[in-house]
């Protein structure tokens, strides 16, 4: 073969190369998946619901439609409290929800959201990545064919709505209250009825007198909940939910089938709504407080010492019951106790420390 014929078929076969490459992407691209995730939360609820979507869709465009990506808001596929099942069962790929919803499944989902007296978004965060709770999360995930994920954390919460103002343990006798997870079981303990209701039926059930207070997240939601129309007395601080850890929990034969990128982007897009979350609480609690305060007339309560010391008691009544529930629900308290301990101890030192004296020195007050 002449030199010339040898340049002219190589540049045939580089051009049909060259075709070949640059069409694979357009062929993989026609391959899509389905993922269709179900949620707890109403469509556009601010925080849990809208970051929800907002996570929803960051998997779709990272993956660069490779995921065809489906959300249902709650109501419009299954029910608030059905996501579990309908991601275990296979008839959906994914849930955004809290984990202590579950807890009838295992109370050991309780500690993958928030428990009382509980840990902070930053103790949280610390002991998910670095103090064995993200193992123990996954082999309870395990039981359920489930591979759960942090996707969101509600920030420090604030202790509820009452009708009426709560001065000791007795004034709390006989109320019934919307509260979930194990913060349920301690209130229970202290002669409340507690009702599970999902966010947006506790205001009609507090209009219509069939709950006598209702306990949601903090400022920013409850502001747009409207509870201020209907409970004039708001109270702090939250030690039956410090802050409510969210979840993404993906049906784990699904997302085993992923290719390595993709189940990395969806674990990748979680931990981005995860920071992404507290930050936007964080930065609103603060400004609907002063909404809440000075434009609805709330009156803003501190639990007396009595009432907090009391859920103290309650609280590790609750958890010596809890963990006779199964090892692994064992395992997960004792790992969540060392991990507050330890983490405790720095953050009084270094965060509650450093906050009280700026605070105190700049004149800052609630």
């Known amino acids: 073969m002449d030199r010339r014929s040898f340049l002219k078929n190589a540049g045939v076969g580089t051009a049909a190369t060259a075709t070949a490459v640059l069409a694979a992407p357009a062929v993989r691209a026609q391959t899509t998946t389905d993922m269709v995730i179900v949620a707890t939360w109403p469509r556009d609820f601010p925080g849990p619901g809208t970051g929800s979507q907002r996570l929803a869709k960051r998997i779709s465009d990272l993956t660069e439609g490779r995921i065809n990506v489906q959300y249902f808001a709650a109501g419009e596929r299954v029910g608030a409290f059905d996501v579990f099942d309908e991601v275990a069962s296979g008839n959906a790929q994914a849930y955004c929800s809290a984990d202590y919803y579950f807890k009838g499944k295992n109370p050991g989902f ?3 959201t928030s428990v009382p007296f509980g840990l902070t978004y930053a103790e ?3 002991w998910m990545k670095f103090g064995g709770g993200q193992q ?4 309870l995930g395990d039981e359920y064919g489930l591979q759960p994920f942090a996707a969101g954390n509600t920030a420090t919460q604030m202790a509820g ?3 009426k103002e709560i001065n000791s343990v007795d004034d709390l006798r006989g109320l019934k209250m919307r509260i979930p997870g194990l913060g349920g079981d301690i209130m229970s303990k202290l002669g409340v009825a507690p ?3 999902p966010a947006s039926q506790s205001y009609e059930a507090l209009v219509a007198g069939t709950i006598d207070a209702a306990e949601w997240i903090g400022p920013w939601n409850d502001y747009f909940l409207k509870y201020y129309e209907v409970a004039k007395y708001y109270y702090y601080p939250g030690l039956h939910e410090a802050a409510s850890q969210l979840s993404m929990g993906v049906n784990k034969s699904w997302l085993t089938s992923l290719s390595k990128v993709d189940q990395e982007i969806i674990q990748a ?3 981005v709504e995860n920071a992404m979350m507290t ?3 964080n930065h609103n609690s603060g400004i609907y407080l002063d909404k809440l305060v000075n434009e609805h007339g709330v009156k803003l309560r501190r639990f007396p010492d009595e009432v907090l010391d009391e859920m103290g008691v309650a609280a590790e009544a609750v958890f010596q019951t809890t963990v006779e529930h199964s090892d692994l629900t064992r395992r997960i308290h004792e790992s969540f106790v060392k991990a507050r301990a330890d983490l405790g101890r720095w953050m009084l030192l270094a965060d509650t420390g450093y906050t009280e004296q700026r605070n105190r020195v700049l004149g800052i007050t609630v």
């Open 124 to 126: 949280m965060d610390a």
């Open 279 to 281: 930050a936007e609480f």
């Open 110 to 112: 309780s500690y993958f």
């Open 195 to 197: 009702v599970s209701l």
């Open 161 to 163: 709505w009452y009708n």
């Open 136 to 139: 123990l999360w996954d082999e």
């Open 269 to 271: 897009s979680c931990m």
